[in-house]
């Protein structure tokens, strides 16, 4: 590891912070006995199936699966869950049919953004950690409702910025990093 000299204070610090770091990062019984967590969706257009389920399940079909799609539209529900393709899994048109059928670990909203505290609080209302696409809500008073729940259920809530991570993004992104056309002063994205 340091070769045939005694580290200096600097390495061994680093070298044991970085051990400590990731070490913190895994807690031993989940590196222990690694198991899917169970995820479902509320909202199955374009975000929620393309952006943020088909990804998901292509990227880490070890660590996840999707055990519930919910829309108002059954027939977006079963399109999202070809695209997403998960076909086992069940489709709903009620959100609190899924969360009594499907009994997920983890709540994904991506619905129309005025409904998204809806879900939020219902979600964490039922013990569910809840990861949402921005904006999280669309004022203060139901941001204050979801901090709320948050803090009586003690589950988390986490949100996202999924469209950042776009394929399409994410190929602009390495473009412009490669310098293959060459040194770039300034990018606009509006």
């Not at 310098?179 to 509006?190: E, P």
Request: hydrophobic share 40%.
């Amino acid at each position: 590891m340091f070769d045939d000299h005694t580290p200096t204070r600097r390495e061994f610090v680093k070298v044991a912070g970085t051990a400590a770091v990731g070490a913190s990062l895994f807690p031993a019984d989940a590196v222990a006995q690694p198991s899917k967590r169970r995820y479902a969706i509320v909202g199955t257009g374009d975000r929620g199936s393309g952006m943020w389920g088909r990804d998901l399940v292509r990227r880490y079909p070890d660590l996840l699966e999707f055990v519930g799609l919910c829309d108002v539209n059954p027939k977006r529900a079963i399109v999202a869950r070809e695209f997403i393709g998960v076909a086992s899994c069940p489709t709903f048109t009620s959100f609190d049919e899924m969360i009594e059928k499907a009994k997920p670990d983890l709540l994904m909203v991506t619905t129309v953004d005025g409904f998204h505290h809806e879900y939020i609080i219902k979600g964490l209302d039922r013990g569910l950690d809840v990861m949402t696409e921005k904006p999280l809500t669309t004022d203060e008073t139901k941001c204050q409702a979801i901090l709320d729940a948050e803090k009586r259920n003690d589950k988390k809530i986490v949100v996202t910025f999924n469209y950042r991570y776009a394929p399409a993004h994410q190929t602009m992104k390495e473009i412009l990093l490669s310098n293959d056309i060459g040194k770039i002063v300034s990018v606009d994205f509006s």
